[in-house]
């Protein structure tokens, strides 16, 4: 970054965002007492992770795209600029195949989680 000052200015604005993320889920019920409200001392875990997915199926939206990867729970960042000496990290592998994934019972759970979500935001 041309400045520590812009980066620092960057930074500071993604822990806001960040904050304003998690009041947000807390505020709307998607998820639980046992997640966090403190973005300093709350960290990435399975009920943050689903709880965002299934608060962004309740939206009005016509469409919805959600990453397998998320399902997955995989942490590893995609798309990253500067790589190309490696696999092509835009076409990253998932862990499991697409029929293990659904033999899984918190990815069914969550399934069903957003195929409700989904309903209920189309009856408005």
């Known amino acids: 970054y041309p400045t520590e000052e812009i980066l620092q200015t960057l930074y500071a604005d993604r822990h806001e965002n960040k904050?304003?993320?998690?009041?947000?889920?807390?505020?709307?019920?998607?998820?639980?007492?046992?997640?966090?409200?403190?973005?300093?001392?709350?960290?990435m875990n399975?009920?943050?992770?689903?709880?965002?997915?299934v608060h962004m199926a309740g939206g009005s939206s016509a469409?919805?795209?959600l990453q397998l990867e998320d399902w997955l729970e995989?942490?590893?960042p995609v798309n990253i600029p500067g790589t190309f000496d490696e696999y092509p990290n835009w076409r990253r592998?998932?862990?499991?195949?697409?029929?293990s994934m659904f033999d899984r019972h918190d990815i069914n759970e969550l399934a069903s989680k957003l195929t409700h979500a989904r309903k209920q935001a189309s009856q408005g």
């Open 19 to 43: 904050q304003a993320i998690l009041d947000t889920l807390h505020g709307h019920g998607s998820i639980g007492d046992n997640v966090g409200r403190d973005v300093n001392h709350t960290g």
């Open 74 to 76: 995989m942490d590893k």
């Open 63 to 65: 469409l919805l795209s």
């Open 93 to 99: 592998k998932l862990t499991e195949n697409i029929e």
């Open 46 to 53: 399975r009920d943050l992770n689903n709880g965002m997915q």
